[in-house]
Nanobody, 121 residues
Framework: QVQLVESGGGLVQPGGSLRLSCEAS????????MSWYRQDPGEGRQVGAT????????NYDDSVKGRFTIPRDADKNAAYLQMNMLKPEDTAVYYC??????????????WGKGTPVTVFL
């Protein structure tokens, strides 16, 4: 059974930090690129950060570049989102995504249930 379980969300003041975790199971972790998306109420999900299936390359949305990083740990089948210098506009539900990147798993697209992050004064 495929599972992506996010954790680490919560309340934080502007300028603070949070580290989100995404624990993966039920699929070949190293065959999938990992991403973190976020969604504001009433809006669609937007990708914030992506790391390739072998961890060699990352990509960040301009809104989080320089503040967020997306490491992954193949031994733990986990991906993380380290969020620093948080701003009120970072408030959203954050979702972990795994997308197949090798031919055997092209088309696979898995999602977690999300973890909320609230940045408040």
């Amino acid at each position: 059974q495929v599972q992506l379980v996010e954790s680490g969300g919560g309340l934080v003041q502007p300028g603070g930090s949070l580290r989100l975790s995404c624990e993966a199971s039920g699929f070949t972790f190293n065959h999938h690129a990992m991403s973190w998306y976020r969604q504001d109420p009433g809006e669609g999900r937007q990708v914030g950060a992506t790391i390739t299936h072998i961890g060699g390359s990352t990509n960040y949305d301009d809104s989080v570049k320089g503040r967020f990083t997306i490491p992954r740990d193949a031994d733990k089948n986990a991906a993380y989102l380290q969020m620093n210098m948080l701003k009120p506009e970072d408030t959203a539900v954050y979702y972990c995504n795994a997308m197949g990147r090798l031919p055997a798993v092209y088309g696979t697209d898995y999602w977690g249930k999300g973890t909320p992050v609230t940045v408040f004064l």
